[in-house]
T-cell receptor
């Protein structure tokens, strides 16, 4: 059982470049989300989705786009990378409702130079 | 704005010592989750507390949910180097799972 799989694990971008961070889960979870983690700031929610075709913004959505065409996949797109987007990115998934456990990928460490 | 306040931000202790970390909010929680994150990994759920005054134990870890359901604590007895990590509390706002800034725990042998 793979759980939540994120790719790539590491990435270096130049300012202005675009890229897509991939996230896939095999647990048939309705809810998927993206967080960024910066020192001293915990996990901040970027975007989330409650099902295929439905996405919404979190706390820090600017500079990021998402789409959810299938239950399994929830890619995060950086349209024009900026040094302020240097961070570790985590994808998570869970069942909807109640106090369900969130399962996380291993993270993508992104550096924008 | 941090909806969940965690303290302390950083804790460095010797093996065998006890410690408590806290998670507070100005509003009432319906429930609260505690996660632990080890370096290079994603967070992993430790426990969910749902009832005011509830106490849950996980080996040497004791989790408490305040009577007013505005705060929670995690107490570790006789800390071990394997307890080193980032401890995060989290709560649901609608469908969104929101985290505190976390407490970094370092246990030295």
């Amino acid at each position: 059982n793979a759980g939540v799989t994120q790719t790539p694990k590491f990435q270096v971008l130049k300012t202005g470049q675009s890229m897509t961070l991939q996230c896939a889960q095999d647990m048939n979870h309705e809810y998927m989300s993206w967080y960024r983690q910066d020192p001293g700031m915990g996990l901040r929610l970027i975007h989330y989705s409650v099902g295929a075709g439905i996405t919404d913004q979190g706390e820090v959505p600017n500079g990021y786009n998402v789409s959810r065409s299938t239950t399994e996949d929830f890619p995060l797109r950086l349209l024009s990378a900026a040094p302020s987007q240097t961070s570790v990115y985590f994808c998570a998934s869970s069942y909807l409702g109640g106090d369900t456990e969130a399962f996380f990928g291993q993270g993508t460490r992104l550096t924008v130079v | 704005t941090q909806l969940l306040e965690q303290s302390p931000q950083f804790l460095s202790i010797q093996e065998g010592e006890n410690l408590t970390v806290y998670c507070n909010s100005s509003s009432v929680f319906s429930s609260l989750q505690w996660y632990r994150q080890e370096p290079g990994e994603g967070p992993v759920l430790l426990v969910t507390v749902v009832t005011g005054g509830e106490v849950k134990k996980l080996k040497r870890l004791t989790f408490q949910f305040g009577d007013a359901r505005k705060d929670s604590s995690l107490h570790i007895t006789a800390a071990q180097p394997g307890d080193t990590g980032l401890y995060l509390c989290a709560r649901k706002y609608g469908n969104k799972l929101v985290f505190g800034a976390g407490t970094i725990l370092r246990v030295k042998s």
